[in-house]
């Protein structure tokens, strides 16, 4: 398409839609919390004990909860003060520019079908608790299986989001009732005894070894990644702000959400320090809760959880389908992407962005038959990508503080406001930048056909500058990091036999 051809509104594309009702505070709060708890909190036990003794893990944990806290609160304060603007990638558009709110959204869109794959591999292995054939890793047979279920998801968000929504708020209840009544079997199970057994990891260390943890900052280090893994889906409500009924429950929900998932994941996590020593928890297969229910309760108890995370990974797995599709359509209508990513169908449902996020994750699933630890590689690559968007998202809240008194008055941002997306922002770049390189350095691989659509949508809609000077240097950079990474994975791909993580 040249740049003299016409372009439809957005408001005249979507118009034609029939009038839909918007998704009231409950489901929003499922959004977030069924977004968030997909399969990450039923393995947090064995990633979290691999990683740390319970001394160091809980300070992870503070570090780690004050930080989201700060990114929630930031989230919802931004969804009042600039009431304007929907979702993370808006934000980081309206407040740096329309490349880097391209390297936002696309960013975001890459974390969450990378996040389904990641589901889809765990789906598998929580299926093999009850049928054998699934439980030695990834084969032609599960995969197949990822795929027929991928498209069913499809297919159903494809009916419209706000009825895929109150399914979303179904599924977080009958989820949430197995990991509630495992916190509660831990709690009475709690021995101090087995709790302070090498609680900072100094005899681990002294006799050294593979399961040596290492020194207390390390340990913490080590925690983040997938720490930072369950709360990718929190920023659910913002993402679909516009389609709430009112704009004052995406604040709510945030917060709300976030808090339940912070007490939810630390007791998940820590608790079973006092029933299994780090050492027996680090020999559970994965994913744990199973294994330590069914030592508490009996047989049937692994059971019970395994069946709670299939439910669990099919809510996040479709919230996440959701969120994709969304993603790519406010990049379309922000001129971030080529506009035909924002058509809606009839249900008000956009196929094309689905079809596309459909076939990412299809693709990706295949090349995870080549990866020796599949489920860790996608979820590292799944933080690393959205901690970009989260990242920006918050500095945008401090951008708009900083241009003085009349715009903080203007918007009503308060000092405290600042001070909270400013830490938020240090916490995710400092986290990510030691725990993650690597994976960022992936991403940039994905950015490469991404920059391409970017570049296709800003001449499509005829905008004379595609970039600026320093969005053209950033555009270099990035696809240079690209380029290298992807030599070396292909490297790695032929030359050592796997894909590194």
Not at 1 to 16: H, I
Not at 89 to 110: K, M, R
Not at 206 to 215: H, K, R
């Given at each position: 398409?040249?740049?003299?051809?016409?372009?439809?509104?957005?408001?005249?594309?979507?118009?034609?839609s029939p009038k839909k009702t918007g998704i009231n505070l409950i489901?929003?709060?499922?959004?977030?919390?069924?977004?968030?708890?997909?399969?990450?909190?039923?393995?947090?036990?064995?990633?979290?004990?691999?990683?740390?003794?319970?001394?160091?893990?809980m300070l992870a944990w503070v570090i780690t909860g004050i930080g989201f806290m700060a990114l929630a609160t930031t989230f919802g304060r931004l969804?009042?003060?600039?009431?304007?603007?929907?979702?993370?990638?808006?934000?980081?558009?309206?407040?740096?520019?329309?490349?880097?709110?391209?390297?936002?959204?696309?960013?975001?869109?890459?974390?969450?079908?990378?996040?389904?794959v990641a589901f889809g591999v765990m789906l598998v292995t929580a299926i093999g608790y009850f049928f054998p054939p699934f439980s030695n890793g990834l084969t032609v047979g599960s995969i197949v299986?990822?795929?027929?279920?991928?498209?069913?998801?499809?297919?159903?968000?494809?009916?419209?989001?706000?009825?895929?929504?109150?399914?979303?708020?179904?599924?977080?209840?009958?989820?949430?009732?197995?990991?509630?009544?495992?916190i509660v079997v831990m709690i009475f199970s709690f021995s101090f005894d087995v709790f302070t057994v090498d609680f900072w990891g100094t005899l681990a260390n002294?006799?050294?070894?593979?399961?040596?943890?290492?020194?207390t900052g390390n340990q913490i280090v080590n925690c983040f990644m997938v720490m930072m893994w369950v709360f990718v889906g929190m920023e659910g409500a913002s993402v679909l702000g516009h389609r709430a009924e009112r704009k004052s429950d995406v604040s709510r929900a945030t917060v709300l959400g976030c808090t339940a998932l912070v007490i939810i994941y630390v007791a998940a996590s820590i608790l079973p320090y006092g029933f299994l020593t780090r050492e027996e928890l680090m020999q559970l297969n994965a994913p744990s809760m199973p294994y330590i229910f069914q030592a508490a309760v009996g047989p049937w108890g692994g059971a019970f959880i395994s069946g709670g995370l299939v439910i669990s990974i099919f809510g996040a797995w479709l919230s996440y389908t959701i969120l994709a599709s969304e993603a790519m359509q406010i990049m379309a209508e922000m001129r971030l992407l080529?506009?035909?990513?924002?058509?809606?169908?009839?249900?008000?449902a956009p196929t094309k962005c689905l079809l596309t996020t459909g076939m990412m994750i299809q693709l990706l699933a295949i090349i995870m038959l080549f990866s020796e630890a599949a489920?860790?590689?996608?979820?590292?690559?799944?933080?690393?990508?959205?901690?970009?968007?989260?990242?920006?998202?918050?500095?945008?809240?401090?951008?708009?503080?900083?241009?003085?008194?009349?715009?903080?008055?203007?918007?009503?941002?308060?000092?405290?406001?600042?001070?909270?997306?400013?830490?938020?922002?240090?916490?995710l770049v400092v986290a990510v930048v030691m725990s993650g390189v690597h994976q960022l350095m992936l991403c940039c691989i994905a950015y490469i056909p991404g920059i391409f659509f970017y570049v296709r949508a800003r001449r499509e809609f005829g905008d004379e500058k595609i970039m600026t000077p320093f969005e053209r240097v950033l555009a270099v950079v990035i696809l240079g990091i690209g380029v290298v990474t992807l030599g070396i994975t292909i490297y790695q791909a032929v030359a050592l036999g796997g894909i590194a993580v």
């Open positions: 398409m040249s740049a003299k051809t016409p372009v439809p509104s957005y408001d005249a594309r979507t118009t034609q489901g929003l709060v499922a959004l977030v919390i069924s977004s968030s708890i997909g399969s990450g909190v039923f393995a947090l036990s064995t990633d979290i004990s691999a990683a740390a003794t319970p001394g160091p893990a969804s009042i003060v600039r009431p304007d603007l929907d979702g993370i990638v808006s934000y980081a558009n309206a407040g740096f520019g329309p490349f880097v709110g391209f390297v936002s959204g696309w960013g975001y869109w890459l974390s969450i079908w990378i996040g389904n299986f990822i795929s027929v279920l991928n498209w069913l998801i499809v297919l159903l968000v494809n009916r419209g989001v706000e009825e895929a929504s109150v399914l979303n708020a179904i599924v977080m209840v009958c989820k949430l009732v197995p990991i509630f009544a495992f002294n006799l050294g070894g593979e399961t040596a943890p290492g020194s080529p506009h035909t990513f924002a058509e809606l169908n009839t249900y008000g489920y860790q590689f996608a979820y590292s690559l799944c933080t690393a990508s959205i901690v970009i968007a989260w990242a920006l998202a918050a500095a945008f809240m401090v951008e708009q503080g900083s241009k003085g008194p009349e715009a903080r008055q203007k918007f009503g941002i308060t000092t405290s406001d600042m001070v909270r997306a400013a830490f938020a922002v240090i916490f």
